[in-house]
């Protein structure tokens, strides 16, 4: 099947600083790719959708300035966690789908645990 | 969006058939029914997708009634390595349908 690679798996950084997770589609045109935050026992909360070469479109409650989401080809999506805090800290996934018409497969990243202290 | 409901949590014996069961009364009608898998910080996993009747494939089967306002994913003769998260999810097609998720159900399976 379709593979999305995450990286980094794992990020800790300072309260305040920023970091950036990518989302690679690797054998697919991802002309959609959504972000996600999960934290510990509860589901994937989706924080934003974007197509490729557009805005992302951001959910209710999500800050757009915070989650920097950049879609900028068909193979590659980042999310750049701004001014990190401590309530930062959680589990975050990006998920990408090639749209072709019909209903078409959506591949999940490996997620990245991010740490702020 | 249509919201699908599930239980919460589910406790199966080694190597018994577990059947899960998604409702989702608002499901329109090109939305489709997808099942993802999800094991502790793991991006969630296919299992399978159906529009109406019945789909199986190598893991799992998945019954959809003919008003489709329901489904069950069914897990033959399940192993310890199944316990997991199991998410239903319905959507439709095209560049604007979203992917959202419920709260899922967590399978634990035993010997």
């Known amino acids: 099947g379709a593979v999305v690679s995450q990286h980094p798996s794992w990020v800790i950084c300072k309260s305040g600083t920023s970091v950036k997770i990518e989302c690679r589609s690797l054998?697919?045109?991802?002309?959609?790719m959504f972000w996600y935050r999960q934290f510990p026992k509860q589901s994937l909360m989706l924080m934003a959708t974007?197509?490729?070469?557009?805005?992302?479109?951001?959910e209710q409650g999500v800050e757009k300035d915070k989650f920097l989401i950049n879609h900028a080809s068909l193979t590659l999506s980042t999310l750049t966690v701004t001014s990190a805090h401590p309530e930062d800290s959680s589990f975050y996934i990006c998920s990408a789908r090639e749209d072709q018409g019909g209903f078409t497969e959506a591949f999940f990243g490996q997620g990245t645990r991010l740490t702020v202290v | 969006l249509a919201k699908t409901t599930q239980p919460i949590s589910m406790d199966s014996y080694e190597g018994q058939e577990v059947n899960i069961t998604c409702s989702h009364n608002n499901i329109a009608t090109n939305d489709y029914i997808t099942w993802y898998q999800q094991f502790p910080s793991q991006g969630p996993r296919f299992i399978i997708q159906g529009y109406k009747t019945k789909v199986t494939n190598e893991v799992a089967s998945l019954f959809i009634p003919a008003d489709r306002k329901s489904s069950t994913l069914s897990l033959p003769r399940v192993s310890l390595s199944d316990t997991a998260v199991y998410y239903c999810?319905?959507?439709?097609?095209?560049?604007?349908?979203?992917?959202?998720f419920g709260t899922g159900t967590r399978l634990q399976v035993t010997l």
């Open positions: 974007s197509n490729e070469g557009s805005k992302a479109t951001y």
């Open positions: 999810l319905v959507g439709g097609t095209g560049t604007a349908s979203k992917l959202t």
């Open positions: 054998d697919f045109q991802a002309t959609t």
